[in-house]
């Protein structure tokens, strides 16, 4: 069974500081995935990293994914008030991902000025 | 372009009474899921469909059913709801190809009482 844990479940920093959120899975995965989400609202995917040593970047927010140690980090740079949401990684539950996604329970992030 | 579109968007109700949630994507995508979310829980599938006609069952399929009965459409049923149902539900589709991303619905607050 495939099981997605992220940590820290909270976090709250100051703008200007930097952080990482870390995504670790049991079993092996050819795709992860990074959603934000604000409350009371939908999922917005961020990344989708598909092979070992993948690393993305969009803005403050750069994703990288080990595949040998299973294991994902959502690093922000310099973070900003307009940052603070819940960040979910999601592991694909099988090769071509028809069967869904297996989400980690959320980083609770929140920004300070 | 709507996306992925969810009906209603908030529901209450007792416990033993029946209930179905409309998802509706426009995107032809041909996966399609639905996924219940609990506060620290993350996103939990509940079934899932690959396609018309095709259904199949996720992490926490007990007490829901599906349909699939045309490609842009997939229902979700609760035939006796309990309060244990109570959650935020969110539907997402996607495209076949491999690696691709899901798209969610703004969700559907429910609550039995």
């Known amino acids: 069974e495939l099981k997605v844990e992220q940590n820290p479940l909270f976090l709250s920093m100051q703008e200007g500081k930097n952080y990482t959120i870390y995504c670790n899975y049991s079993t092996t995965s050819d795709r992860l995935y990074w959603y934000r989400q604000d409350p009371g609202k939908s999922l917005e995917s961020l990344f989708v990293l598909l092979s070992n040593g993948a690393v993305k970047q969009e803005g403050r927010l750069m994703a990288s994914l080990d595949t040998k140690a299973r294991l994902s980090t959502l690093h922000i740079t310099a973070a900003v008030h307009d940052l603070s949401a819940t960040y979910f990684c999601?592991?694909?539950?099988?090769?071509?991902?028809?069967?869904?996604?297996?989400f980690g329970k959320g980083t609770h992030l929140i920004i300070q000025p | 372009n709507a996306g992925v579109t969810q009906t209603p968007k908030f529901r209450v109700l007792k416990t033993g009474q029946s209930m179905t949630l409309l998802c509706a994507q426009d995107m032809n995508h041909e996966y399609m899921y639905w996924y219940r979310q609990d506060p620290g829980m993350g996103l939990r599938l509940i079934h899932y469909?690959?396609?018309?006609?095709?259904?199949a069952k996720g992490e926490v399929p007990d007490g829901y059913n599906v349909s699939r009965l045309k490609k842009q459409n997939f229902l979700l049923g609760l035939e006796s709801a309990a309060p244990s149902q109570t959650s935020v539900y969110f539907c997402?589709?996607?495209?076949?190809?491999?690696?691709?991303?899901?798209?969610f619905g703004q969700g559907t607050r429910l609550t039995v009482v």
């Open positions: 997402a589709s996607r495209y076949i190809q491999d690696h691709t991303e899901a798209f």
């Open positions: 999601a592991v694909g539950n099988s090769g071509g991902g028809a069967d869904g996604l297996t």
């Open positions: 469909s690959v396609g018309e006609g095709t259904t």
